[in-house]
């Protein structure tokens, strides 16, 4: 097979080295975007736990044993000021539902079965749980009186087609980000490429060569 020619060979290396550069840089970037927003996520619904369950107004409606409309209410307007929140449910230590933003679980009995650690006492953690919705990413909080004793618990959760979506959204960019590298690394391999030819005044390397060493042979037998 005949041998392709110098400048096709540094041409070709080039984009492969161009290529395989861009397309490590991205997949470690990418890599790391996703760990880090998977982390992000844990920390929302982790942050927005905290904050209810310690809420005066989720202790007492617990202890009332009586769901509060005007809690329910301000509820509501809170979780849709909160980013990637999809479900929050304020639960008693029967698993009885006292509140959920879809009112009509209100006093059902909550799903998924997770929530038992948290009711025996365990501290908060997260699960990958399904429960009416779907599947989701739950964080669990537990509530407490006075006395200190358990008396329902907490649940903020993001919907797992949330998270597949803003995943989509993420592989998009680094998509079009790759796409406008390589081409950027195409156009800077074809100037090079071109700055080579003027470099060597239009000749292939071979031809460049071929010269060199027939003037030197030239040289070489003037006495």
């Known amino acids: 097979m005949r041998e392709k020619p110098l400048e096709h060979q540094i041409y070709v290396s080039q984009i492969f080295s161009i290529v395989l550069a861009i397309l490590l840089a991205l997949g470690v970037s990418l890599h790391y975007n996703l760990v880090t927003k998977r982390n992000s996520l844990d920390m929302n619904i982790r942050n927005a736990g905290i904050f209810i369950s310690g809420m005066p107004e989720v202790t007492d409606m617990l202890n ?3 769901p509060s409309e005007a809690f329910n209410n301000r509820m509501d307007r809170l979780i849709k000021e909160l980013n990637y929140i999809d479900v929050v449910t304020i639960c008693n230590k029967n698993s009885i539902r006292f509140y959920h933003n879809n009112k009509a679980l209100i006093g ?3 799903v998924g079965g997770d929530e038992g650690p948290i009711l025996h006492g365990a501290s908060p953690y997260i699960t990958n ?4 919705l779907g599947s989701q990413r739950r964080a669990f909080f537990s509530v407490k009186n006075k006395e200190g004793e ?3 618990f907490v649940m903020v959760s993001v919907l797992t087609t949330s998270i597949s ?3 989509r959204n993420i592989l998009l960019v680094f998509f079009l980000l790759a796409l406008v590298l390589l081409s950027i690394g195409f156009l800077v391999s074809g100037l090079l490429y071109n700055r080579l030819k003027k470099i060597l005044l239009g000749y ?3 031809e460049f060569r ?3 060493i027939e003037r030197r042979t030239e040289y070489s037998g003037i006495p």
């Not at 749980?129 to 009416?132: A, I, L, M, N, Q």
């Open 204 to 206: 292939k390397p071979e």
């Open 165 to 167: 979506q803003l995943t």
């Open 64 to 66: 009332k044993q009586q």
């Open 129 to 132: 749980g399904k429960g009416t």
């Open 108 to 110: 059902k009995t909550f």
């Open 150 to 152: 358990i008396i329902g």
């Open 210 to 212: 071929k010269i060199h």
